[in-house]
């Protein structure tokens, strides 16, 4: 069958274990359902579709097994991955101190240029807060990475998080296209409106999809 | 379920309110939160009996999993064709699917060594 979308993209959800890294997975609603067949054996992964800027992009993310310290991660878990989500708990001190550690390990063991967000997620919290906002975004001029405080519970900028990392993770694909492919007879082949594009879907997939 | 006016076996044409052209003629939705899992015409209509967990078990002391027949899926040969899904870790060679938005499931299964997946009819909305 042919492809539906235009871009796949491959991102990982990694941080302390209690961060909500499964939370921000997960859209907390009124009526919860009865959750306990499928929490007990957990997720492994989930598919999004989103819309990007007219392109229909298919967003894997992976969750990480509970009990994983950033020692036992190695190269093996971060291969194919394109975009990271580094979450800490802001009434975690600890959690915040060990993105540093979590950092190191993304350098030593996933490819150089894949794109990264720090998440400091239950901001709802405020009563327990342990880590400024301050502190978080200074973190985050620190190492250049993007920013932004998140509530699994009130789904409060979770979308707007997985938005920006796949935007930066497009923007980079096609900044290493036009470099390996300058604009010349090929040029403005993803300018296409979108019923061009149907019929020549190729212009468009040869760029973005990285399967 | 409907009762299934003109369904056939596999490979044969079916017709009836949720299929069409042996694929699904609506929308597959989750039935808790109405996320979308599915577009139209995206999973082929098959018969088959399989035994799939409850979605709601019953909490007693025995881990035993409760089961129930369900013996009409849709079949989805590429994951990336779903809009919206969630896979849980492997069992027996197995992953469930479950609401990506919600976790409501199982609503299918797929299978490790096919890489297809299942979605039953009766575990989800057609809008
Ligand atoms: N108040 C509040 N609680 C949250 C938030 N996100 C997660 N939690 C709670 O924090 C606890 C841990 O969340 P999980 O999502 O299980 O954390 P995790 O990072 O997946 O943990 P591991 O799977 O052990 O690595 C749960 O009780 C959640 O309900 C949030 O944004 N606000
Ligand atoms: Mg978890
Ligand atoms: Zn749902």
Sequence with gaps: MAKTYDCLFKLLLIGDSGVGKTSILFRFSEDAFNISFISTIGIDFKIRTIDLDGKKVKLQIWDTAGQERFRTITTAYYRGSMGIMLVYDVTNEKSFENIKNWIRNIEENASADVEKMILGNKCDLDAKRQVSKERGEQLAVEYQIKFVETSAKDSLNVEYAFYTLARDIKAKMEKKQEASNPPGGRSGAHQLKANEQQRKPTSWLSRCSVL | ?127
């Design chain 2, 1 to 127: 379920m409907s009762d299934s006016e003109s369904v056939e076996k596999n490979g044969i044409e079916v017709s009836n309110e949720y299929v069409e052209n042996g694929t699904n003629k609506l929308i597959v939705k989750c039935k808790f939160c109405g996320s979308k899992m599915l577009d139209k015409k995206s999973g082929t209509f098959v018969k088959q009996e399989k035994d799939l967990p409850l979605m709601q078990q019953e909490t007693g002391k025995d881990a035993e999993v409760q089961n129930e027949k369900v013996n009409e899926f849709y079949h989805v040969e590429n994951m990336y064709t779903f809009e919206n899904i969630g896979f849980t870790h492997t069992v027996d060679n197995y992953k469930y699917l479950s609401c990506a938005d919600c976790d409501a499931g199982p609503v299918g299964y797929y299978d490790m060594n096919t890489k297809h997946s299942f979605v039953a009819l009766s575990r989800i909305n057609h809008a």
